[in-house]
């Protein structure tokens, strides 16, 4: 039994509770577990997980993964050749005769007479689960397990459903509505729902690439407005003039020059430093960002009424 290490590595934004949710479970202790983190697509749920699993490794596990896609998902054992190859030479030296003959035809490694069947696959991988534990933890990843190969599916609910004292932990993800071939039997799963980034962690994700903070004011208008608001590596300040105007109201900045309320000269700046604030718009007049939109509007609604009515009239 080797001595585990703990290792920090740097957490992913906004989901500090998740990481460590997840990490507690992967300890000799609790091991065997099964972990499912389920959100919808988009949610990161693979980042989240490939983190914990690369910290895994980093903490002394044996770590053997797959991310199965629908295009392979009729491909018969693609997910178990997946598992096993980093580690297929030294497990196939520890595994019985049968067993290892077994895995040599169904991975392509040997020319039998005739296929093994499902049994004798999951008794081949539980006995190699059990080989490599027995010098380390073990991890297993499996990415979208909704889209694993039937075949490879069975042969890991046939080894999962028989841990008992390995210490081997079986770490998935799934997308929200899908089913799958591995999860449903198990009694043992310990699920995870993943949702969107709060707020709070949004505005810790708008971050330029000198690690500045973007006002709070700004981020907040990233997540509550419909305009985009950009920001480029040298500069925290925004590109679009809503963001713009926000940005200002959060810093103090103001124009360095504004018209005056008397016509078209420049205002002077005023005792303070601080140049005069800016003309207020009629009311009732649009900004020039409006009008423009709406102008567009009408000739699109135009050259479209023409087209119509050309098409009826031929």
Do not use: Y
């Not at 990161?44 to 629908?70: I, M, N, Q, W, Y």
């Not at 907040?220 to 300040?237: L, M, Q, V, W, Y």
Request: hydrophobic share 35%; proline share 7%.
């Amino acid at each position: 039994m080797i001595g585990l290490v703990a290792v920090a590595l740097p957490s992913i934004v906004g989901r500090e509770s998740e990481v460590s949710e997840l990490a507690s479970q992967l300890t000799p202790e609790r091991l065997p577990c099964v972990l499912l983190v389920e959100g919808e697509a988009g949610t990161g749920k693979t980042s989240l997980c490939a983190h914990v699993f690369d910290e895994a490794r980093e903490r002394g596990f044996t770590t053997l993964a797959t991310r199965p896609v629908a295009a392979e998902a009729d491909l018969a054992l693609a997910g178990l050749g997946d598992l096993l190859q980093p580690v297929l030479g030294a497990v196939l030296e520890q595994l019985p005769p049968p067993q290892a003959q077994a895995l040599r035809v169904a991975l392509l490694l040997e020319q039998g007479d005739e296929a093994a069947d499902a049994r004798m696959l999951g008794v081949a991988f539980l006995s190699a689960l059990r080989a490599l534990s027995d010098a380390q933890p073990v991890a297993l990843f499996v990415d979208d397990v909704h889209w694993l190969d039937a075949s490879s599916a069975a042969v890991l609910a046939f080894a999962a459903r028989r841990l008992e004292r390995e210490r081997v932990a079986l770490l998935c993800t799934r997308r929200t509505g899908h089913e799958d071939r591995v999860l449903g039997d198990l009694t043992r799963v310990r699920a995870l729902a993943l949702r969107g980034l709060s707020p709070g962690a949004l505005t810790d994700c708008c971050t330029t690439g000198s690690g500045s903070r973007c006002p709070a004011p700004a981020c907040a208008g990233c997540t509550s407005s419909r305009s985009e608001t950009r920001f480029t590596p040298s500069s925290s300040r925004p590109h679009t003039s809503a963001a713009r105007s926000r940005w200002n109201r959060a810093t103090g900045c103001r124009r360095r020059s504004t018209r005056s309320s008397g016509g078209g000269s420049r205002a002077s700046p005023s005792a303070s430093g601080r140049p005069s604030p800016p003309r207020p718009r009629s009311p009732g007049r649009p900004p020039r960002a409006w009008r423009a939109r709406r102008s567009s509007r009408r000739r699109s609604r135009r050259a479209w009424s023409r087209s119509a009515t050309a098409r009826s009239s031929s």
